[in-house]
């Protein structure tokens, strides 16, 4: 299978695999524990936090250990607003977040919050001008993904935060895509809170991370027990923690290159991709990450092609994993002004480091060979209803 779904999920690097081993077997010890079993597990945390911090340009203090990247989006927005205050508390958001995002802000909403959404570009990036727009006195926190999960397309975080901490506005990013790919750099830019996920790292699946920056008052999503100074509760999973360490470890020491990489086997993916007639991109016309390329063409069906492509061993995706098996087309390509047959046409190719040429072959040799034949079988079918 030429695999080219990894902003969905990324295959856990071997290295990756090997330091969690021996926490799924001999070394199974409660971090909480104080004896040595427990205390070798805490040790593999603290030491797993460092390497995230590290990665994320935070300090180790700053770093909370999540179920998920979901989860740490739910944190921030619950977490962050409740510490502010609910009475008469007003977020903002834009309107091509994660569902994790969208979703908490909705039931927020109907916890009496008051939300305001902001549409984005054409181009699919927000400006600083439409988000300061709707700030208010009242605003309690503004919540702005660092990379688009379905574009790509890298949003104004840097001058953003700093506009906000001038209005005294917290500020939370989902970096979930950023990390690796982008420097966060979260302690020399104006960010409150930032959401970051493991498996999206080539690490496991289970575990992300929420950086709270020092100082900002946050309340806990979980309750319980008294696991990561008291902000999380509930027992750590240690192996997936060490291999989110791990992870986070490789990318920030191997970055350049992969980066490199990645960025040049996406543009040799374009380019096949957009010899191909009728073909659009998603994401153009501003900053961007270099794997993820979100494409449609015309008079073809995105889901049809989708499936076709699997048939061929390639495997893309429609759009965030998290919505998979949903009718609607994709609200990030509607927002961006496109219409609902043109959204539902969309498909998103994303390269990772296990990537290779021969994938980025087969993916364009497959897709243009899925395309003829489907506006063939489409040209065949209007022809016989004729």
Not at 79 to 87: F, I, N, T, Y
Not at 153 to 173: D, S, W, Y
Not at 323 to 347: K, Q
Request: a negative charge.
């Amino acid at each position: 299978m030429h695999y080219l779904d990894h902003a969905a999920t990324t295959p856990l690097e071997p290295r990756v695999l090997e330091v969690m081993a021996p926490y799924l077997n001999g070394a199974y010890g409660n971090p909480s524990s104080i004896h040595r079993l427990g205390q070798e597990a805490k040790r593999a945390v603290e030491a797993a936090r460092r390497q995230v911090a590290e990665l994320a340009g935070a300090r180790a203090q700053e770093v909370i250990f999540t179920g998920s990247g979901t989860e740490a989006d739910n944190m921030a927005l619950f977490g962050l607003v409740e510490a502010a205050g609910l009475k008469d508390a007003h977020l903002v958001i834009s309107s091509i977040e994660h569902h994790a995002v969208l979703h908490a802000a909705d039931r927020l909403e109907r916890l009496g919050v008051s939300v305001s959404r902001v549409d984005p570009e054409p181009d699919g990036r927000v400006t600083v001008d439409a988000v300061l727009a709707q700030v208010r006195p009242t605003t309690r926190l503004v919540s702005v993904m660092w990379v688009n999960n379905e574009t790509g397309a890298v949003q104004p975080i840097a001058a953003l935060g700093q506009a906000l901490r001038e209005r005294k506005v917290l500020f939370h990013t989902d970096a979930v895509q950023a990390a690796g790919h982008l420097s966060l750099d979260f302690g020399g830019l104006a960010i409150d809170a930032m959401s970051l996920s493991a498996h999206k790292l080539s690490g496991p699946k289970g575990v992300g991370a929420l950086v709270v920056r020092s100082g900002v008052p946050i309340d806990p999503l979980l309750v319980g027990g008294a696991q990561e100074r008291s902000r999380r509760a509930g027992t750590e999973n240690v192996a997936g923690i060490v291999g989110f360490g791990e992870a986070a470890e490789l990318w920030r020491t191997e970055q350049a290159e992969r980066q490199a990489r990645l960025e040049a086997l996406g543009e040799r993916l374009w380019q096949g991709l957009s010899a191909i007639p009728g073909v659009s991109r998603h994401g153009l016309g501003g900053p961007s990450v270099g794997h993820i390329v979100n494409v449609r063409f015309a008079e073809v069906d995105g889901e049809a092609l989708l499936l076709n492509l699997d048939l061929a061993d390639v495997a893309a995706s429609s759009g965030s994993a998290c919505s998979s098996g949903s009718l609607d087309p994709s609200h990030v390509l509607m927002a961006m002004g496109l219409s609902r047959e043109e959204a539902a046409g969309a498909v998103r190719f994303s390269l990772g480091i296990a990537s290779t040429d021969a994938d980025v072959e087969a993916a364009v040799a497959a897709t243009r060979e899925v395309v003829d034949r489907l506006r063939r079988l489409t040209e065949r079918t209007g022809e016989a209803r004729r």
